[in-house]
């Protein structure tokens, strides 16, 4: 573990690639960066906002004695809603999140249907529903409306591009402010732009 | 499967324990009961609401060649949340659900701290929050309201009981209706409670 003073707590065991401590989110996933983000939110009673666990098909179990049942055999499902969801200033709240390496758009082939119809029940039905997409090559973490996504899906299948341009994004998202305790501070765009 | 005019389907496979077909839930858990509901709500346009996935902490994974990814070595972890969240009429809804073989009372050991702490941040984020608790020798189940449960959960470390007394959900709670398509109704119990 390191501490904010950048000093490596003595206990933690030999690491190959040590963190910087200098703020940057370089390294860590955006997965990890929501989930810090989403810890603080919680301890300082901003929000409650979680991710759901990974989708796992169970299919064999052993229960030896005296331990914890383990799971012998398993399988990853596909999710059939997004990953985060919650509540914010009373507010249904609910997300999905994907990063990139791709530096001039991003490709819908990270999203699949399930989710699509997802975010669009929830949008009928009054929940805030939006996309947060990083662009790694470039470390800017945009905020997207579900309903911008929305376009940009249905497009695709009338002809148009399997990807949003990284400009559009830029234009039409919104940047995500990036501060030490909140990593990826997607609760600032919710302000400017519903509150 | 059994189809409503009472006839089994012909592909079933033998059953040791044939379901009824008098539209009675005996034989089915709470949670299949609740997921079917929750089904028909998303089908009719009523609700999104889903179970989260069981947290499973992931130790090893095999990637066999030319196949899907299998996991060989996992463990159950225990929930920091609610099973059950979602937006009805634009609210968020949160709730956990709960069945007991016990008559007189619903044995509190069922809730873990984690839980209520959860369920206290929802609720004072402005959430519809609540369980759902089956007791199956009297095939009823009933919503408890979180503050009741609180309630309850707080006494018992002011040398209070350890679990709520039937009596009182039948007089505190309410009951949850049944309708083959809706099998545990609750947004009916919502409609009457809070809009």
């Given at each position: 573990m390191n501490y904010p003073n950048g000093k490596r707590s003595t206990v933690s065991k030999p690491d190959k690639t040590p963190k910087k401590p200098d703020f940057s989110n370089r390294g860590m996933t955006l997965e990890e960066d929501i989930n810090v983000t989403n810890e603080y939110y919680l301890a300082s009673n901003t929000a409650v906002i979680h991710k759901k666990p990974t989708p796992v098909q169970i299919v064999r179990v052993d229960y030896p004695k005296r331990s914890a049942a383990v799971i012998k055999e398993g399988y990853?499902?596909?999710?059939?809603?997004?990953d985060y969801n919650g509540i914010y200033r009373g507010n249904y709240i609910d997300f999905e999140a994907k990063e990139t390496r791709n530096k001039t758009s991003f490709p819908l082939s990270n999203i699949h249907q399930h989710q699509i119809d997802h975010m669009k029940a929830v949008h009928e039905h009054g929940g805030i529903c939006f996309m947060i997409i990083r662009f790694t090559p470039h470390q800017e973490t945009f905020f997207l409306s579900a309903v911008k996504l929305f376009y940009w899906w249905d497009e695709q299948y009338k002809g148009g591009r399997k990807s949003i341009?990284?400009?559009?994004?830029?234009?039409?998202g919104k940047l995500i402010p990036f501060t030490y305790q909140a990593r990826v501070d997607y609760v600032k765009v919710l302000d400017k732009l519903f509150f």
């Open positions: 990853f499902k596909q999710a059939s809603t997004t341009p990284y400009s559009y994004i830029q234009r039409n």
